[in-house]
């Protein structure tokens, strides 16, 4: 059996982005800079995003909900979502799984 590895996926001043592609889904860690927010997104598969280190907000749809280590947020397909650290010190980390559909 190969054990999978991470690629970078994104590297710039808002975020660092590694995604580890497994048959049926893909694990994707964000490392979030300090004082920065994702480019806000939607798409057609639904996902869940896993809060492991740092504090700050999620945008999903028009509702904003603070998120820290240990929250598990499940994101319906087409839902916009968007996550800001206001942190201006420490980077905000969070893994998304998510399985793309055929589109």
Known sequence: MQVPKWKLRRNNELYQILDLKLDNFTVSKTILN????TLGHSHPHEEVYIFTSGA???L?????????PGDILHILGNEFHRVSN?????????TCV??????
């Open 34 to 37: 300090p004082g920065k927010q």
């Open 56 to 58: 700050g907000s999620i």
């Open 60 to 68: 999903i749809g028009s509702t904003v909900s603070p998120v820290s």
């Open 86 to 94: 206001p942190d201006k010190r420490k980077p905000l980390i969070f």
């Open 98 to 103: 998510f399985k793309e559909g055929k589109e």
